[in-house]
């Protein structure tokens, strides 16, 4: 019952074509896959880009070493003279003649100028009449005085006189009263005498003492005066002395501001004198920036191609605000003496911050623009590879790395432009020239 019908020799030959049909359709899609990836490998093949060779054929090289790098802040200063004095006159004139010009070098007192002022010339001349009057009138007063003194000791020699003379003419009448020759009157009448002789000279002494007093006072008045008058004849002859302007210290004439109608008013500014033996540095630097050094910190000043050393003197305790933010004013003194330096000069102050000992480093080169300073390439034998490297510190012609390479390495410094793109390129060994 289990037996199939159709006999086994018909089912083998109808499976037989079934199995042809797989085969078949098997290696379709086999050859459909490999042309498709020969398709594939083609279009790669002639469509993507090829690995571009660049071979280096003339270069300069360098070997990584080891320096010291000072780190400097640089900012722009000024040269400012520490004593500087305006050319001002101390009265009011009309300049007559100038003794010196812009740029020139002064002594201490040297005349610079000279001025006329008639009103400070006619007061000279009233106080010296005025004073040579009252010095007349002193002696007069001294000659009228002493006549007046020699009349009122008179009065008081002449009570004395007197007196003596009542006392004389006293010792009389006692006697010739004790002999009963007078009467007790005449007696009385001459002890009155001697009285009023003793009044006569008390009146006169203390009418000498109140002439004294009065003169004392007579002479004190008009010695003040004339005390008064020569005060003011010294300023009057001050002002006189002042017509001619000095320096006031050894220096160079900075500016001259003379006016076309040559009057002047006191204390006008006529222009500078400045002591270039003694001159600074102020620079403006950032709040932030100041604590990385003090007082004494050396500093490098350049001008032009000539540099100077100076040290900071003065930093202010406060920051002012300015057109770029918040400023410190720094001063640096100058370590030798630099009077030739012009006043007002713009320089590059570098102030020392810290000096990193034994840095890797390399000689500049135009691998530095080339580079955009983020890579260089390192020598490997035949071939220099591209490594990302970071620099510091710039320092003459050297140049600091901090990271990316190690000492004794081998560093192309020539240019980069031409094959700055690749990440590793070919290079002939007698091509390099070592730097």
């Known amino acids: 019952m289990n037996e199939p019908i159709v006999p086994e020799r018909l089912r083998k030959q109808g499976k037989k ?71 001002e006159p101390k009265i009011a004139g009309t300049i007559e003649e100038v003794f010196v ?38 002696a007069q007063l001294g000659i009228d005085q002493e006549l007046e003194m020699d009349a009122e000791r008179v009065k008081v020699l002449d009570a004395k006189e007197q007196l003596s003379q009542a006392e004389d003419q006293l010792e009389l009448q006692k006697i010739l009263y004790g002999y009963g020759s007078i009467p007790r009157v005449e007696l009385e009448k001459a002890e009155q005498n001697v009285d009023a002789a003793k009044r006569r000279i008390a009146q006169s002494e203390r009418e000498l003492e109140l002439l004294t007093r009065k003169h004392e006072a007579d002479q004190a008045a008009l010695i003040k005066s004339i005390a008064i008058s020569e005060e003011k004849l010294a300023k009057a002859q001050e002002k006189m002395d002042n ?110 911050l810290q000096l990193h000992r034994d840095s890797l480093f390399l000689p500049r ?37 901090l990271r990316g390479l190690e000492l004794g390495e081998k560093v192309i410094i020539s240019s980069y432009d031409a094959f700055r793109h690749l990440d590793e390129i070919q290079v002939l060994p007698e091509g390099g020239h070592a730097l």
Request: net charge negative.
């Open 17 to 87: 074509p079934k199995s042809s049909g797989n085969k078949k359709q098997l290696g379709l899609i086999l050859f459909t896959m490999i042309a498709i990836g020969l398709i594939a490998y083609g279009a790669y093949y002639f469509f993507m880009p090829k690995q571009e060779s660049f071979v280096l054929n003339f270069y300069t090289y360098a070997s990584v070493g080891t320096q010291d790098f000072l780190e400097t802040l640089a900012v722009r200063g000024t040269i400012i003279p520490k004593r500087v004095a305006l050319i």
């Open 243 to 352: 017509f001619t302007v000095k320096a006031d210290f050894a220096g160079r004439i900075l500016s001259l501001k003379i006016p076309s109608n040559r009057m002047v008013t006191a204390h006008q500014d006529l222009g500078e004198l400045a002591d270039l033996t003694s001159q600074v540095v102020e620079v403006q630097v950032a709040p932030g920036q100041t604590e990385r050094f003090g007082l004494g910190t050396p500093v490098d000043v350049s001008l032009g191609q000539t540099d100077y050393q100076g040290e900071v003197s003065y930093i202010a305790p406060q920051a002012k605000q300015g057109t770029d933010g918040p400023t410190v004013l720094v001063r640096v003194d100058f370590l030798d003496q630099v009077s030739h330096l012009r006043p007002n000069s713009q320089v590059t102050a570098n102030i020392h």
């Open 101 to 138: 010009a812009e740029g020139q070098d002064v002594e201490e007192g040297q005349p610079l100028l000279r001025l006329y002022s008639a009103e400070a010339v006619s007061e000279r001349n009233a106080a010296e009449t005025e004073l040579g009057e009252l010095g007349a009138k002193l």
């Open 365 to 401: 080169g135009a691998y530095l623009t080339s580079g955009q300073q983020l890579f260089v390439y390192v020598i490997d034998g035949n071939q220099a590879r591209k490594r990302d490297v970071q620099f510091g510190l710039l320092q003459g012609n050297s140049v600091q790395i």
